[in-house]
């Protein structure tokens, strides 16, 4: 992991000395609700439905055993024992008071973590691949990239104030796990013609009330000059884009507005200019950051796959468990583990502070000390030897924390929604936590596969419901709470955007839509199909009929 040097320990504790300052000002009634709120904004610190909410920073999703034991405690002592983990690989507190949240920020700030640029019209937290180091499929560690444009984009005068918010991801597999089409700029790691690694970069994606998939800006550039690229996008940004209207703010209209083709010409213009200057990234930086993220000791060992199938044989409860919640890893001998904060009728991506302490202990027994995050609200161990793999599932399963569903149809991102959110229009916990009841037969959801989830209580689309196979919105219909669907969104290296389905239907129809759409699905899918390949063969129609006509006969498409 990245390592604070002399120079980010002072900024950031001059930062949490300066905030502490503001929020004086504010309790005394010096500073006015108006005049505080971009000062809090750039700490983290959202007023919400109920309380205050601190948004804490997990830069491209890696933790410690240490930052976790110290985001419990910060659970315990000034929220209501638990976080919420994001789309975006952090940590949300919900129900914070304002004159707590200096010794927060000073307590994340002895275990090099911060909550700058959380929010506010500025560069977002950096996300990535949350297998990123360890993926058997990776070409290089995207950790590395996301560090260096952490370090460039923080407290970055020049785009302390964009026109919105931007978000940046990263990926350094062919599989896309950090979901860079939806982004302001993706970047996506590969090799040109020689072998050498470079990235194709995307940008103008996004979600929310105008959702876009982002376009090709440039098929591939040289690492070194990553950073002098990024800022000749902001650059044309800043110019150009809209300050007068907030729903019009962000990159992807600009994009749209000007085409594809004019906006590339902008940024080339601009980054001829700064191309080969002093954000050209010198080979001794990049090996210098390429140290903190150099592989750990791991040990000499075998492959194990014939010995836990015969454990999987023995105990098909963790046989369920291991087809769903690992995946491989480049060391053999070894395997990545998710940790599904999905389980039956919980809040996803919520975990109370007893939990992520006995988490903490488990990632030190199991996991080299080291946890992730991923976009999808759930918790990774990257590095557990095979042979503890029965051993940590037994574990795990007494927190609770394994289910078999990773990328099952409950394995569902969901934003806090009405429940917290003082702009959502609907619940979006409820209507999860219904519908994981709804589908417990752990054999069912293994026969109906890969298949996700996404619910939104707003079109904010926080719970990313336009790229779900399955999208879920949140609606309000003269005063009551509704829900729309979607269907054929997805957010890997074919990201697409959903179709609407249909009218919005109240809650307590929604589990039996999605059951009737999930029979569809079993009935029309050919050998091997997924729901998103079914989908995209049969198209809509078939699936329309069987959530909204209880007369019609839902026939096999050839």
Known sequence: MYRYDEFDHRLVNERVAQFRRQVARRLDG??????????????GLYLQLHAYMLRVNVPYGVLSTRQLRKLAMIARRYDRDYGHFTTRQNIQYNWVSLEDTPDILAALAEVEMTAMQSSGNCVRNITADQYAGRAADELEDPRVWCELIRQYSLLNPEFAYLPRKFKIAVTGSPNDRA???????GLRMHHDDNGRAGFEVLVGGG??????????IR?????????????AILRVYNLYGRRDNIYKARIKILVNALGIDKFRELVETEWAALRGG???IPEEEIERIERYFAPPAWETLFDQGEAMRAQAAAEPEFGAWLEANTAAHKAPGYMIVNLSLKATG??????????MDRVADLADRFSLGELRVSHRQNLVFADVRQQDALELWRALRELGLATPNIGKLTDMIACPGLDYCALANARSIPVAQDISRHFTAVDKL???????????GCMNACGHHHVGNIGILGVDKQGQEFFQLTLGGASDQHAALGDRLGRALPQAEVPAAIERIVDCYLDLRAADETFLDTYRRVGIKPFKAAVYDDTAEVRRVA
């Open 346 to 355: 919980h809040e996803p991506g919520d975990l109370d502070a007893d939990r």
């Open 207 to 216: 979600q929310g009330r105008t959702p876009v998939i982002g376009r090709t």
């Open 179 to 185: 979901a860079v089409a939806v982004h302001d700029i």
């Open 446 to 456: 293994h026969a109906i596969g890969d298949l996700t989830i996404n619910i939104s």
């Open 30 to 43: 010096e500073l006015t609700e108006d005049q505080f709120k971009p000062l809090r904004l750039m700490n």
């Open 219 to 231: 098929d591939w550039i040289e690492p070194e000059h990553i950073l002098s690229y990024i800022e």
């Open 278 to 280: 002093e954000l050209t």
